[in-house]
Nanobody, 125 residues
Framework: QVHLVESGGGSVQAGGSLRLSCAVS????????MAWFRQAPGKEREGVAR???????NYADSVKGRFTIVQLHADDLVYLQMNSLKPEDTAMYYC???????????????????WGQGTQVTVSS
């Protein structure tokens, strides 16, 4: 059974940094896509970053240059390093996984089969 468990959320002032972690278990596919999403109250879920099993990465325009997605195969971990945080980054952040290569274009929640429970990130001005 696949489990994704996020951690690392918290409260930070604008300009600060956080690193989110996603611990993956039970996911034994050799070709896959891992992603981070976020959802703020009253807003739709937004794809933030994704990484392919071969290391290819994509980012939403809103986070390019500030966020970095990293995968550690040996530890079954996926990180989201978030720098230069802004109040508009405040949201619940979710880790997601899909079987097969990452898609193209917008990072869509409909492409992902497995989800974690989320970790809250709050950025104050």
């Amino acid at each position: 059974q696949v489990h994704l468990v996020e951690s690392g959320g918290g409260s930070v002032q604008a300009g600060g940094s956080l690193r989110l972690s996603c611990a993956v278990s039970g996911f034994t596919y050799s070709t896959y896509c891992m992603a981070w999403f976020r959802q703020a109250p009253g807003k739709e879920r937004e794809g933030v970053a994704r990484i392919d099993s071969d290391g290819g990465r994509n980012y939403a325009d809103s986070v390019k240059g500030r966020f970095t997605i990293v995968q550690l195969h040996a530890d079954d971990l996926v990180y989201l390093q978030m720098n230069s945080l802004k109040p508009e980054d405040t949201a619940m952040y979710y880790c997601a996984a899909s079987i097969g290569r990452c898609g193209y274009g917008v990072i869509s929640e409909y492409d992902y089969n497995y989800w974690g429970q989320g970790t809250q990130v709050t950025v104050s001005s």
